[in-house]
């Protein structure tokens, strides 16, 4: 048997480390782990608006994190491996690929992969911005799983700044809506329009939505300029969702992104009204400008609630983070004004109306319209603190997201010829305490890897006779990532490229053992489920 050496190449039989076992444990068969946990969050990322769209989903938090059996954790040495040093570099004893230590194949045992999906987009509203998080789709190709298609949201309208923007049916459900509610004021108003006024009010919910999408913009065209990737916007029911895929650096820069689209529904609304002072009221044109001056004031003054996760929650989150020093200090309160902003809403916004605090005499509000303002407080209360506990949640990851190193969650890996039979190789496998096959060629040169879940396919009997080269998938240059890597960065890199297992190698090019695709989801989902 041979073991991968400094330069990436195969040791020598007779170059073995003084401390490698002398005498291998029996050799076992693979056994299938348990199937991964699901992804700790779907798409979209965002809560609708006016609070971002309940998780990219809504991923319920566990309570407890099903592992693997010789699964490593994060900040736990990798299977079989030496435990890291506190620099992150593996202890002695060796790397995953070459050094000492238990748990093969057979201990180990062999998992599904499941989608990775570390961390979704962050989101900005035209009632405000959620964040949520999401990490890579699965891959396409000869021996991957078949790739998830990427999130569309609806019908594509067009890629303003290249940043594509989506119509989601919901949409066309509260166009109708707005038809019908404003149709109907149109009738007291300009009685004369008879079923015309259905066609007017269809014109205002389009514009209205037009300028919802130009508050979205807004926060588009900041993240560009802030270098800050743009995943897409989304107008659906309660407005608008602008998904950003990460934070923002300095909280100058958070509080200005969140800042800028309150400030264009602001300066909307002084536009409609400039446009009104020459027109006659009392006319079509007349009663559009001032329904679009309101309805652009409305939004501006909702998004600029100190709550999380409207806009003005991300600048009182800023402000307390420029305070305090610590991003998390400036989420948890936002997101607690939050909370109480949606008790607020629940019970003070039918009280309003029914004061007649809103336009509405109190003797007029009664019924069925006190039954849809409770409902349409609900609905927003809801919203926001549906929002608020997601931007919490996100916060955590984020606070979490550095303990996901490379280095600490890579299983070591026996290098085989591709000629070599699976039995074989499982053999040698267990002899060496590893957990994961990397095929050669003749001159030690990584070439690809055995697939997990096509071993847990094999059976037992049929061994001897499958080539491991049958099994492995080829290895391109998105699939070798550093030891190093670790966090966002780590996130990434298996985004660009996914897979089921990677090859990990140390910045010398020495081979430092397989990461598994799984193994990262088990440490994700429990980051999201450990408290701050």
């Known amino acids: ?50 609070g971002p769209e309940a998780p990219e989903p809504g991923a319920p938090e566990p309570d407890e994190t099903p592992t693997r059996d010789g699964a490593p954790e994060p900040g736990e040495a990798p299977a079989g491996g030496g435990t890291p ?15 000492p230590g238990g748990g093969g194949f057979g201990e180990g045992g062999f998992g599904e992969r499941g989608d990775l999906h570390p961390e979704r987009p962050h989101a900005h509203s035209s009632a405000g911005g959620g964040r949520g998080t999401v990490l890579g789709e699965g891959g396409e190709g000869k021996g991957r799983p078949p790739k998830a298609p990427e999130p569309r949201g609806g019908l594509l309208m067009g890629r303003p700044f290249g940043v594509p923007v989506y119509v989601a049916p919901s949409w066309f459900l509260v166009a109708a809506l707005i038809t019908w509610v404003f149709g109907g004021q149109l009738d007291r108003v ?40 743009v995943r897409r916007i989304q107008l659906q029911f309660f407005g608008g969702v602008s998904e950003i895929e990460k934070e923002a650096e300095t909280p100058g820069r958070e509080f200005w992104l969140a800042f800028v689209g309150p400030l264009l529904s602001l300066v909307l609304a002084g536009v409609f009204y400039l446009a009104l002072q020459p027109v006659e009221p009392g006319t079509v044109p007349g009663v559009l400008l001032a ?90 209360a809801a919203i926001i603190w549906t929002g608020a506990g997601n931007s919490l949640r996100m916060a955590r990851l984020r606070e979490h ?93 298996l985004r660009a490229t996914p897979a089921t297992e990677y090859l990990v190698v140390e910045n010398t090019g020495e081979i430092y053992g397989v990461l598994s695709a799984a193994d990262v989801e088990r440490a994700f989902v429990k980051a999201m489920a450990r408290p701050s």
């Open 1 to 50: 048997m041979v073991e991968s050496g400094g330069s990436g190449r195969p040791r020598p039989e007779n170059d073995k480390p003084a401390d490698h076992p002398t005498t291998p444990p029996p050799p076992s068969t693979p056994t299938p782990a348990t199937e991964p946990p699901p992804n700790p969050s779907s798409p979209p990322a965002t809560s609708p608006t006016p």
């Open 85 to 99: 040093a506190d620099d992150g570099a593996a202890a002695p004893g060796g790397s995953p690929a070459t050094g």
């Open 190 to 229: 300009l009685p004369e329009l008879g079923a015309a006024r259905y066609l007017v009010s269809l014109f205002f919910a389009v514009a209205f939505y037009a300028s919802v999408l130009v508050h979205e913009l807004a926060h588009t065209v900041a993240a560009l300029r802030f270098k800050l990737p």
């Open 401 to 493: 997201l550095p303990e996901l190193r490379a280095r600490n969650l890579t299983r070591r890996a026996v290098p085989v010829e591709s000629a070599t039979p699976l039995s074989e190789a499982l053999r040698r496998a267990n002899d060496a305490g590893a957990r994961a096959l990397v095929v050669v060629d003749a001159h030690g040169e990584p070439l690809s890897l055995v697939r997990e879940a096509a071993i847990v396919g094999v059976p037992e009997h049929r061994r001897p006779w499958v080539a491991v080269s049958g099994l492995a998938q080829e290895l391109t240059d998105g699939m070798r990532v550093s030891a190093e890597l670790a966090g966002e960065d780590l996130l990434d890199a």
């Open 291 to 380: 329904g679009l001056m309101i309805s652009n004031l409305i939004v501006a003054v909702f998004n600029l609630l100190p709550g999380l996760p409207l806009d003005g929650g991300r600048m009182l989150r800023a402000v307390v983070w420029k305070i305090t020093g610590k991003p998390m200090s400036g989420t948890v309160a936002a997101a607690w004004v939050g909370r109480a902003l949606a008790v607020s809403v629940l019970v003070g916004l039918p009280l309003l109306t029914q004061s007649g605090a809103l336009g509405d005499a109190a003797e007029d509000s009664v019924g069925m319209d006190t039954v849809m303002d409770a409902l349409l407080a609900a609905i927003l």
